[in-house]
């Protein structure tokens, strides 16, 4: 009986979690995830992103690696993302590419698959909106 | 056993209602499915009597003999005690016959349009929208007495009232007479582009929440409040209380779960309100106005974006800036017309505007939105 009591409960807040609607542009705020080349190995990454009405802005791991974005863009048609993001090391310039969706776009914890590649590499990439 | 029986009857009310992830007070459309006309007659097991929407649960028989409870939602009990009913008017034991939508996901739930008690025949619930109070005469403007300025608001001893039933509940561009409900859902989506000057992404945006049937609204999924145009599209209501000591206005939101918003006359501009605290944008801007005649014009910014800033899902931004102009060319009529500045959303700035009817003797309606509650 008690074991039923606790599994009610548990479906109950479950299912009357709420769900937090869209807000303004769709790229617009904190975002964390993974890249990497494999699950098993792969690095937590921060994007923050803005939106001034014309271009969209932002850094990659601010304070850590702090690469900033030098190109985005968003392409309502599908909800494609393109980010390019610059940085340097003794080697010289490195550009990362990312290509990916947003996928849960009525969702305030929205997510972005897709794949990035910079100095050789390649893996996939996955942020949510925080 | 009993008591099994009685936890687990009650889990499965719970679990229905759950079942459509909370959506509370929302647009028809979002839940229900106009197309799935259904009638039910069942045994009613329990009236829940609260915001937003009052359900009754109804035990049924289906084809095969199985007992099964449904969920029928019916209108706010504002709406309904203005249509005399109560919370006992229905009593559990009662069989009824409903007739209504069901839900577009196929739960066991239905928007009953009409209820019979399967005894006497009697139709309990006949649901008639109120209608606009029609004054007998027309009235002037009441003013102030020294400064010849309009009243917004009830006068503190005398006549008492509030401001509902706008000509339209939805937000488009002036002359553009997109046909919506009243839910701000496109009959035809392929207007979209029509409604107003979108950015490519705010459009796409605007399409995807139509196309989900506003079920995504957080004024009604999370109660949030209405900001912006929407608070005077609300049903409830608004109410204007004029602080004239301490320049300000208060305008109180009868759907917007009894917050209200302040309006500034004391001649302070944004500056120190919007830029310097940026970290704090608000749902409902920040107002500073000013009487230009018998106009009062007001300037908002500093909105956040954690809402919608209409019916329907129109998109916003943080640069959103609002300028409305309040009049009142007769007692009973408040006339609003609002230009929308978001070079965040829009291509350029946008216009519209309605009439408020004065709704004399009444207190502005107590609604209060219960989050995830559908």
């Not at chain 2, 719970?14 to 007070?25: D, F, M, Q």
């Not at chain 2, 008017?89 to 009662?94: A, F, I, K």
């Amino acid at each position: 009986m008690r074991s039923l009591i606790v599994l009610v409960t548990l479906s109950v807040v479950c299912l009357s979690a709420p769900t937090i609607a869209q807000e303004g542009h769709p790229l617009k705020g904190s975002w964390l995830g993974t890249w990497g080349p494999s699950k098993i190995h792969s690095n937590d990454i921060l994007v923050i992103m803005n939106w001034d009405g014309k271009t969209i802005s932002g850094m990659i791991n601010p304070g850590t690696d702090n690469i900033p974005i030098k190109n985005a863009t968003l392409n309502p048609e599908g909800w494609l993302v393109h980010l390019e993001a610059e940085t340097k090391d003794k080697s010289g310039p490195i550009t990362y590419v990312i290509d990916g969706k947003i996928e849960g776009l009525a969702f305030h914890n929205r997510s972005i698959t897709g794949t990035w590649k910079g100095r050789g590499e390649s893996g996939a990439f996955k942020i949510s909106r925080q | 056993m009993k008591n099994l029986r009685t936890l687990l009857t009650c889990t499965g009310a719970v679990l229905l209602l759950a079942s459509t992830t909370g959506i509370a007070h929302h647009a028809l459309s979002a839940k229900f499915d106009d197309k799935k006309p259904t009638t039910l007659t069942g045994v009613v097991t329990l009236v829940d009597w609260r915001n937003p929407h009052v359900h009754v649960f109804l035990n049924v028989k289906d084809t095969k003999g199985e007992v099964l409870n449904w969920a029928v939602e019916i209108e706010s009990p504002i709406d309904l005690e203005t249509n005399g009913w109560n919370r006992d008017t229905l009593q559990p034991g009662d069989q009824v016959t409903v007739r209504g939508i069901r839900a577009r996901n196929d739960s066991r739930q239905v928007w009953g349009n009409s209820i019979m008690l399967s005894a006497s025949g009697r139709q309990v619930l006949k649901f008639t929208p109120k209608l606009p109070p029609e004054p007998l005469e027309k009235r002037p403007t009441p003013r102030w007495a020294d400064s010849k300025q309009p009243r917004l608001g009830p006068i503190p001893g005398g006549v008492q009232g509030y401001w509902g039933y706008p000509t339209t509940t939805v937000l488009q561009e002036g002359g553009a007479n997109v046909k919506m409900d009243q839910w701000g859902l496109l009959a035809n989506i392929a207007d979209a582009g029509k409604v107003a000057p979108m950015q490519p992404w705010a459009l796409a945006l605007y399409r995807n929440r139509q196309s989900r049937f506003l079920q995504d609204d957080p004024t009604y999924l999370n109660c949030k409040p209405p900001g912006g145009p929407r608070q005077f599209q609300l049903p409830y209501g608004v109410q204007f209380v004029e602080d004239r000591e301490r320049q300000r206005v208060f305008v109180l939101i009868g759907g917007g779960n009894s917050n209200y918003r302040i309006i500034y006359l004391d001649g302070r501009t944004h500056a120190g309100q919007v830029g310097g605290d940026d970290d704090n944008p608000l749902y409902y801007g920040r107002s500073v106005g000013k009487w230009v005649g018998d106009v009062l014009e007001v300037d908002t910014r500093g909105f956040n974006e954690d809402f919608w800033f209409t019916n329907g899902g129109l998109p916003h931004t943080e640069q959103l800036r609002l300028v409305e102009k309040f009049s009142r060319p007769d007692f009973d009529t408040l006339k609003y017309e609002v230009t929308v500045e978001d070079t965040g959303a829009y291509t350029r700035p946008w216009s519209s505007g309605w009439t408020l009817h004065w709704v004399a003797g009444e207190e502005l309606p107590r609604h209060l939105c219960q989050e995830n509650r559908p």
